[in-house]
């Protein structure tokens, strides 16, 4: 049987909806799903810019001028030029927001904002290996300036070595936890979310129980329950559970951050398996495996496994077609009736596939190849892919069989 690393998800609800159509990217919130979703995935190499990232969340402490006033702040760099934070003066408790970018290596340029407008700006550089941070700052209209020295404020009781980028690496999804300010009792994290379509920003701070760290907190007044993340510390990573909805997070309702977190940000590809397990193995052997393979081509193989990202395994019995068979419906989730795949085989060799391709622009339909290895419905539909059929949107039908 192949080798594969597999990755859990859980439907219920979800696959009710997707069968009859009913899911949309804004949904009402679904209940916490609950039965075993198979991907399988292979590791691509580490992707070129993967070492030229400087993902960190950090605190830093100081004074603007001549010790003239304090200064706390902390700051997210997001990779790439993307840079952000929040902070406040020793005259002031209230927290302000500043948005930026690093313009190299090691400078970068924020825009403080005080109720929701630009109030002040900083240009600062990072020195020895990010410990510290030296610039100048500026008030609004840029008639007056300050110079700022910062040093980051460095725990030491990090043991378990929470600290760093963390990378859920999916052939469908990608998320990158940051931690940092780790203390002996919690740490302050920040994620940037890219889930089934869904993207945002995630800020907290978690409690530290040894391997186990936990975020327990409300997100909005109106609900009365909180947010709860439970975060692991594993010897090859972080493995994040959700044990609330998300929308209890302020995210959307299928957006599950659930999964293993990578110490690197590297490429995964979805293929297919063979093998016994009926939920995971869309084939049962090499043969028919090969029999797909070239059926659709290589390439063609590829295409199918990567809309497999949420599948469901029906048995077919049409008097109609004369068939009993095996059929395996699937799509991308964030993808809603656009990457979808409907594969089918019975136990005499034959096999049927269909799999969408998005519409390149929204006047366009989506485009269905449809392949058979039995001459007799090379030219032809058997009634499960004319249901299918039925329920996708615009779309205009290939015979793709050679």
């Not at 007056?144 to 910062?150: K, Q, T």
């Not at 699937?330 to 594969?343: G, K, P, T």
Request: a negative charge; aromatic letters at 14%; charged letters at 25%.
């Amino acid at each position: 049987m192949m080798s594969s690393l597999v990755c859990w998800r859980r439907l219920d609800l979800l696959w009710f909806s997707f069968a009859v159509g009913l899911v949309a990217g804004a949904c009402a919130s679904e209940p916490r799903p609950a039965l075993p979703i198979y991907k399988t995935v292979e590791i691509l190499p580490a992707r070129p810019d993967a070492l030229e990232q400087q993902y960190f969340i950090k605190s830093y402490q100081g004074y603007l001028g001549d010790n003239v006033q304090a200064l706390s702040i902390q700051l997210i760099h997001w990779g790439k030029e993307k840079i952000t934070g929040k902070h406040h003066y020793s005259e002031s408790p209230e927290f302000l927001i500043s948005k930026g970018e690093m313009t190299d290596r090691s400078t970068f340029q924020l825009v403080e904002y005080r109720i929701g407008q630009k109030n002040a700006y900083f240009q600062g550089q990072f020195e020895d290996s990010l410990r510290t941070i030296r610039g100048t700052w500026w008030n609004i209209d840029s008639t007056f300036s300050m110079p700022f020295a910062l040093r980051e404020a460095v725990s030491t009781m990090d043991t378990l070595q929470w600290t760093g980028a963390w990378h859920l690496n999916d052939p469908w999804d990608t998320c990158t936890l940051f931690i940092g300010n780790v203390t002996d009792r919690h740490f302050d994290f920040a994620m940037s979310i890219h889930v089934n379509g869904y993207k945002d920003e995630l800020y907290g701070s978690a409690n530290i129980y040894g391997h186990r760290a936990v975020m327990d907190k409300p997100f909005d007044r109106i609900y009365e329950e909180n947010c709860r993340m439970v975060f692991y510390r594993k010897e090859d990573g972080v493995v994040i559970k959700m044990e609330s909805l998300p929308y209890l997070c302020n995210l959307g309702d299928i957006c599950w951050l659930d999964g293993h977190y990578d110490d690197i940000y590297f490429g995964k590809n979805a293929y297919l398996t063979y093998g016994d397990d009926l939920d995971k193995d869309v084939f049962r052997n090499e043969e028919q495996y090969q029999r797909f393979e070239d059926l659709v081509g290589v390439e063609g193989v590829r295409k199918f496994a990567y809309s497999m990202e949420y599948m469901r395994r029906q048995t077919i019995s049409s008097p109609q077609d004369s068939i009993q068979a095996i059929a395996y419906q699937a799509r991308v989730l964030s993808m809603y009736r656009n990457q979808e795949v409907l594969v089918m085989y019975d136990e005499a060799g034959r096999i049927w596939a269909g799999i969408t391709t998005p519409a390149a622009t929204p006047r366009e339909p989506v485009l269905v190849h449809y392949y058979a290895n039995d001459p007799a419905w090379v030219a032809q539909l058997p009634e499960r892919f004319q249901d299918w059929l039925e329920y996708l949107p615009r779309h205009q039908l290939i015979y793709a069989s050679k």
